[in-house]
């Protein structure tokens, strides 16, 4: 693997050695020569590989090998689609799927047990997937940059071209591994070059890597400009209702899938932070949507429409325009009007992928449209993959999130799988952390991420500890009381982060544009509708009835919880409510006092965190030990950056002190 110049993440195989030697493999159902399956009998020699460091004979001729064990690989209609049953005994295993893509699934999860270090004869392991779309979004630009990338430039892009590599296929390995079965290439924000993707100046390089993703079950998407027909057509508009440009559309969707039949569909960021889009034609984004769609439905092919709509050039003075109402209001009114193949994506809350903010209510808020959850790996406003944050605890959360919107049926997992209403599609999305770093991740430790979204898009029932714990089973070797200090640092490093952070979900103190570290004014008095209302007083946003009304965007159950600053969670009061410095919170803590202690225990957790690290030295390899110690040097440097602006300001600010007399500034 170094020679390539990557690790293999979690695809290690190096744990125990239970599974060595020779094997058969019986097919019964299954082509042997299908792509997906190849590929799955190339990854299970792989595994074996790995675990002996030999070769090993892999034949299809039981007769001739009668000592060696057999996988047996058997279609079976009556399990649901993309799911398998894995079964072992001391002489074998046996898979069966009703498709492909389980039975590739299969042969992961039977690697991932014996990694995981369960012995033939205990796995036993029967699983169909949560939800339908299990994506990863790419905001890689095709100059090479990667917008919020944290890990290097763009494997897929370099200087205006497509690059296919070794390396291309190792991610498609790794996507198959966690059960991803859709990867949009590009950015949202589709500008310049990337428009292109759609012509065939590109269109020999996009068929070919649609054929190393469909090699592991994967669908490849493109983000697509919705300006298309002006910038690549020579048309005055792209008004979705104008005849000219459906029929641009047509003759474009015509071409694109002719060329690439595989093609899963479209990506659309529209009017949103410049983008553009139907609003510009007084048109809806229903409209826009829906055009795209009705196109393409004829390829089979999907659009996948994303509700971050809202109002960027806002005035700070205003205090009745509320950016995190925005959502709900462009998208709950036209709920039913959206054909069947478009989805829309949802940011999992109605701000944008802060540590901490409500549940965005169009979740189940929309009853009568596909929908899919948004989430961010990348760890824009999270650290940057410098600072430590497990994110498996964030999206669990929003996941096990009641919404009130069906009796018994009625969280964000519900809803996002189908299961809630019935919809046609549904899922996860992610916008993914990797970049052409040696290690993928740039922090090696936020792979756990990466590993952590797929395994939980695929089973929403496991907790962030069980994801934690394969995760480091299989990616390192650690003894059994190493492996618990390093779960217990992942899931204690959200919370620390947003100790030092963010306090009771007031956000966006960070540094404008950057995203990183503190400035509690940076966007105070911007126009991104991002603001914290402190003053000598009190801080927060009053989103009441009394206030900008969001909380009545909730189901009456969450809208009334919401909008009483005594049965609000006490995690989100700021962003619920505007609370004076000297509110006693439920612990008795005032909420001044509160600032204090949680970004002076905030700085000293985040140390705790790298003298654990320190503690593991000899168990992780030398280059891993390196890169990631330098990175918790960063985080502490960071989090006391952050400690001593945010006290020094809100001290400043109300006047009052510390009662426990410690330094501020
Ligand atoms: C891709 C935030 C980010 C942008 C990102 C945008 C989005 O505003 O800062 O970089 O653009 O979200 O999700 O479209």
């Known amino acids: 693997m170094d020679a390539n110049n990557w690790t293999q993440l979690w695809l290690t195989y190096q744990r125990i050695e239970d599974i060595k030697g020779d094997w058969n493999i019986s097919y019964s159902g299954f082509d042997m020569e299908h792509r997906i399956v190849e590929s799955g009998v190339y990854e299970f020699r792989n ?150 993707l759609i012509t065939d100046r590109y269109f020999d390089k996009v068929k070919a890597l649609s054929e190393i993703f469909a090699d592991f079950g994967i669908k490849l998407y493109l983000s697509l400009n919705f300006a298309s027909p002006i910038e690549l057509g020579g048309l005055p508009v792209c008004d979705p209702m104008s005849k000219e440009v459906i029929d641009w559309w047509k003759d474009k969707m015509k071409e694109v899938y002719d060329q690439i039949p595989d093609l899963g569909g479209f990506l659309v960021k529209a009017d949103s932070e410049g983008r553009p889009g139907p609003f510009t034609y007084g048109r809806t984004q229903a409209d826009g949507a829906n055009m795209l769609a009705d196109i393409i439905a004829p390829y089979g092919g999907i659009i996948i429409w994303r509700c971050f709509v809202y109002n960027c050039t806002q005035d700070w003075r205003d205090r009745k325009t509320d950016r995190a109402r925005a959502g709900y209001d462009y998208f709950k009114e036209q709920d039913g009007d959206y054909h069947d193949n478009v989805i829309l994506q949802i940011k999992n809350g109605p701000m944008d992928f802060q540590i901490r903010e409500a549940v965005s209510p169009l979740l189940g808020g929309l009853t009568r449209t596909n929908q899919m959850l948004e989430v961010q790996i990348a760890q824009e406003y999270t650290g940057h993959q410098i600072d430590l944050c497990y994110l498996i605890p964030l999206y669990k959360e929003v996941l096990d999130f009641h919404t009130y919107c069906k009796e018994g049926c009625d969280t964000v997992a519900d809803v996002v799988s189908t299961r809630t209403f019935g919809n046609r599609l549904g899922g996860m999305a992610a916008v993914i952390n990797t970049g052409n770093d040696y290690n993928w991740t740039g922090n090696d430790l936020a792979a756990a991420n990466t590993y952590g979204f797929g395994r939980l898009s695929f089973d929403t029932s496991l907790s962030a500890e069980q994801i934690a714990r394969e995760w480091i089973k299989m990616t390192y070797q650690l003894p059994s009381d190493k492996e618990d200090v390093l779960t217990d640092m992942l899931l204690r490093s959200r919370e620390i982060y947003e100790k030092y952070t963010s306090f009771l979900g007031i956000g966006w103190m960070v540094t404008p544009g950057d995203h990183y570290g503190p400035s509690v004014d940076g966007y105070e008095y911007s126009r991104w509708g991002t603001y914290h209302r402190a003053d000598h007083l009190g801080i927060g946003v009053d989103r009441t009835d009394r206030g900008t009304g969001y909380a009545q965007q909730y189901y009456r159950q969450n809208a009334e919880m919401y909008n009483d600053p005594e049965t609000c969670p006490e995690e989100l009061l700021l962003f619920f409510h505007h609370i004076p410095y000297t509110y006693k919170l439920k612990s008795g803590k005032t909420l001044i006092q509160y600032i204090y202690d949680s970004h002076f225990e905030g700085e000293k957790e985040a140390e705790e965190l790298s003298a654990d690290w320190k503690g593991l030295e000899p168990y992780v390899p030398d280059s891993v030990f390196e890169r990631v110690s330098e990175r918790f040097d960063r985080q502490i440097t960071n989090a006391r950056e952050w400690r001593d602006q945010v006290n020094s300001y809100f001290f400043r600010k109300s006047g009052i002190p510390d009662e426990k007399g410690r330094e501020i500034y």
């Open 47 to 196: 595994a074996l590989e790995g675990l002996t460091g030999e070769n090993v004979i892999i034949s299809q001729d039981e007769e001739k090998n009668q000592n060696a064990s057999t996988l047996f690989l058997v279609r079976d209609e009556g399990i649901p689609a993309q799911g398998y049953f894995v079964d072992s005994d001391e002489k074998g295993a046996t898979i069966k799927a009703s498709d492909e893509n389980g039975l590739l699934y299969g042969i992961f999860a039977l690697i991932r047990n014996v990694a995981c270090g369960k012995r033939p004869g205990e796995i036993r392991e029967e699983k169909s997937p949560s939800n339908p779309l299990r994506m990863m979004n790419h905001w890689d630009n095709m100059d090479g940059s990667i917008e919020r990338g944290y890990s290097g430039n763009s494997f897929f892009f370099e200087r205006n071209n497509i690059i296919i590599s070794r390396r291309t296929r190792d991610y498609a390995r790794f996507m198959a591994s966690i059960g991803i079965n859709g990867v949009v290439i590009n950015n949202v924000n589709v500008k310049d070059a990337a428009s292109y």
